[in-house]
């Protein structure tokens, strides 16, 4: 040998090369997730933590997708928190509540959701989120009632990094790779570097619903075709598109959440759930009440798509906005209208007056009584509706929650119409058929399909 040192010389000037320069990242991984929302999150977390090594890809340059921009609640029943209230809020409330919303598919699934809900909740506080305030039994939201998605969303980043998975922004998944005998190995993605492929033992889906595809919309959900969209960008259906191609089947598709309140902001629709759960009433443009504020989302938009103009009001007063951080931040923004009394405002709303302080007098008896005779709301009695000054929004519903999409069984793998799983390929949160709240759709499924896909990876 001519010089017997050159060979371990330049293997460390090669590997202080590649560090200065950033060696390439690796495109074989264990699990491979889709989607950087509560569901991909939480898939990346739980497998991190399984043991598994995890590329996380988000296509568009931010993660955190729907869930982001979730207002109010992440829903369960026996977390931690609300096993400590004086009057103990279990899993099989949470199940009740669900199961009297759901159409009477896919009971086991429901009864899973519910079971693991609690635990996640824990699971979640655990990692930094504020999910300490209680409220309607099943709703957790930040103690002082602010947003939750901005809240829950830097949590679940932090701990992704923490974890060191490798994140990949503007990298979308355009198809599902399989190999000869139909096993899904991988995924084809684009990104400004140009496309590749990204090959995994397990492959999460975590892309999120289809709300924002007008012609998904128009297509499984046609009652809100023509509807704005209050859900992320994002939420394309690109996952459900996907994995139908590779023989999985779709489920449920008509089933949706929509967004009953959504406010025109002039740039955009966004949710004014926030303002319905801290005691708004919601009323025509006869003044009048129409429905329980706080049923079950789709039936209340349908009800507002009937009533004049296919619109509605909230109305609600000062101790609404006082009851969370959020209606401050609503009115900051110029959201809401306000008036000194309750007949200045229907003036400034352009809703029947004198019709308007009848219903308002109306809810003080329900306040007193806490009884809706009317319409048998028994949910965020909070405010009596009489604390000057008063305000109202114009809302009207939007495309936001899509139960509808791929069936899946209890490990969250993709399953055909006949019920068998496809080799390899798992999906969590809006992107499966699933009842549910969105956000504890989104993490209480990643976290199984998370849990899963790292055992199956890992050979466990
Ligand atoms: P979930 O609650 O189910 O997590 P989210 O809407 O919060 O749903 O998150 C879904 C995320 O998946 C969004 O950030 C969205 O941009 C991302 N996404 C959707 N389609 C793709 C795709 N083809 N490739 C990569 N990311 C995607």
Same mark, same amino acid.
Request: hydrophobic share 40%.
């Given at each position: 040998?001519?010089?017997?040192?050159?060979?371990?010389?330049?293997?460390?000037?090669?590997?202080?090369?590649?560090?200065?320069?950033?060696?390439?990242?690796?495109? &074989?991984?264990?699990?491979?997730?889709?989607?950087?929302?509560?569901?991909?999150?939480?898939?990346?977390?739980?497998?991190?933590?399984?043991?598994?090594?995890?590329?996380?890809?988000?296509?568009?340059?931010?993660?955190?997708?729907?869930?982001?921009?979730?207002?109010?609640?992440?829903?369960?029943?026996?977390?931690?928190?609300?096993?400590?209230?004086?009057?103990?809020?279990?899993?099989?409330?949470?199940?009740?509540?669900?199961?009297?919303?759901?159409?009477?598919?896919?009971?086991?699934?429901?009864?899973?959701?519910?079971?693991?809900?609690?635990?996640?909740?824990?699971?979640?506080?655990?990692?930094?989120?504020?999910?300490?305030?209680?409220?309607?039994?099943?709703?957790?939201?930040?103690?002082?009632?602010?947003?939750?998605?901005?809240?829950?969303?830097?949590?679940?980043?932090?701990?992704?990094?923490?974890?060191?998975?490798?994140?990949?922004?503007?990298?979308?998944?355009?198809?599902?790779?399989?190999?000869?005998?139909?096993?899904?190995?991988?995924?084809?993605?684009?990104?400004?570097?140009?496309?590749?492929?990204?090959?995994?033992?397990?492959?999460?889906?975590? &892309?999120?619903?289809?709300?924002?595809?007008?012609?998904?919309?128009?297509?499984?959900?046609?009652?809100?075709?023509?509807?704005?969209?209050?859900?992320?960008?994002?939420?394309?259906?690109?996952?459900?598109?996907?994995?139908?191609?590779?023989?999985?089947?779709?489920?449920?598709?008509?089933?949706?959440?929509? $967004?009953?309140?959504?406010?025109?902001?002039?740039?955009?629709?966004?949710?004014?759930?926030?303002?319905?759960?801290?005691?708004?009433?919601?009323?025509?443009?006869?003044?009048?009440?129409?429905?329980?504020?706080?049923?079950?989302?789709?039936?209340?938009?349908?009800?507002?798509?009937?009533?004049?103009?296919?619109?509605?009001?909230?109305?609600?007063?000062?101790?609404?906005?006082?009851?969370?951080?959020?209606?401050?931040?609503?009115?900051?923004?110029?959201?809401?209208?306000?008036?000194?009394?309750?007949?200045?405002?229907?003036?400034?709303?352009?809703?029947?007056?004198?019709?308007?302080?009848?219903?308002?007098?109306?809810?003080?008896?329900?306040?007193?009584?806490?009884?809706?005779?009317?319409?048998?709301?028994?949910?965020?009695?909070?405010?009596?509706?009489?604390?000057?000054?008063?305000?109202?929004?114009?809302?009207?519903?939007?495309?936001? &929650?899509?139960?509808?999409?791929?069936?899946?069984?209890?490990?969250?793998?993709?399953?055909?119409?006949?019920? &068998?799983?496809?080799?390899?390929?798992?999906?969590?949160?809006?992107?499966?058929?699933?009842?549910? $709240?969105?956000?504890?759709?989104?993490?209480?499924?990643?976290?199984?399909?998370?849990?899963?896909?790292?055992?199956?990876?890992?050979?466990?």
């Amino acid at each position: 040998m001519k010089n017997p040192t050159a060979l371990p010389f330049f293997g460390l000037v090669l590997s202080a090369a590649l560090a200065t320069a950033g060696a390439a990242p690796s495109n &074989t991984t264990d699990v491979l997730v889709v989607g950087s929302g509560g569901a991909g999150m939480g898939a990346a977390i739980a497998a991190r933590e399984a043991g598994a090594d995890v590329i996380m890809i988000e296509k568009l340059a931010m993660v955190g997708g729907t869930t982001l921009l979730s207002s109010t609640a992440f829903n369960a029943g026996g977390s931690q928190v609300q096993m400590a209230m004086e009057k103990p809020y279990t899993a099989d409330d949470y199940f009740k509540k669900l199961e009297a919303g759901a159409n009477g598919k896919e009971l086991e699934n429901l009864r899973q959701l519910a079971d693991a809900s609690g635990p996640t909740a824990d699971w979640l506080i655990d990692m930094g989120a504020d999910l300490g305030r209680v409220i309607n039994g099943s709703q957790h939201t930040p103690k002082d009632g602010s947003a939750l998605g901005v809240n829950l969303v830097p949590a679940m980043k932090a701990r992704v990094d923490a974890l060191k998975v490798d994140t990949r922004l503007r990298t979308k998944a355009e198809s599902l790779i399989t190999d000869e005998k139909g096993r899904v190995t991988g995924v084809r993605v684009s990104s400004p570097q140009g496309g590749y492929a990204i090959t995994a033992k397990t492959v999460i889906l975590a &892309t999120g619903g289809f709300a924002s595809s007008p012609e998904m919309v128009a297509k499984y959900t046609p009652v809100w075709a023509g509807c704005p969209s209050t859900a992320s960008v994002g939420a394309t259906g690109d996952g459900i598109v996907m994995a139908e191609k590779v023989g999985a089947a779709l489920s449920q598709m008509d089933l949706t959440g929509p $967004q009953s309140v959504a406010y025109d902001t002039g740039h955009g629709a966004v949710s004014l759930t926030n303002v319905r759960y801290n005691g708004a009433i919601l009323v025509n443009k006869e003044g009048k009440r129409f429905f329980n504020e706080l049923g079950n989302t789709a039936k209340l938009g349908e009800a507002i798509t009937k009533q004049t103009g296919g619109t509605a009001w909230l109305v609600f007063d000062q101790a609404s906005v006082e009851h969370a951080a959020l209606m401050s931040e609503y009115k900051e923004k110029g959201y809401f209208t306000e008036a000194p009394t309750v007949a200045e405002l229907a003036k400034k709303l352009g809703v029947d007056g004198k019709a308007l302080e009848a219903t308002v007098a109306d809810w003080h008896g329900v306040y007193d009584t806490k009884t809706d005779k009317a319409f048998g709301r028994k949910d965020s009695i909070f405010s009596r509706l009489d604390k000057a000054p008063f305000y109202g929004a114009k809302i009207s519903p939007a495309s936001q &929650t899509t139960y509808g999409g791929v069936m899946r069984d209890l490990k969250c793998r993709a399953v055909r119409a006949d019920g &068998t799983a496809i080799p390899g390929l798992y999906v969590a949160g809006e992107v499966a058929s699933q009842y549910g $709240q969105g956000v504890s759709i989104g993490v209480v499924l990643g976290r199984i399909a998370g849990t899963e896909a790292a055992k199956e990876a890992l050979g466990k």
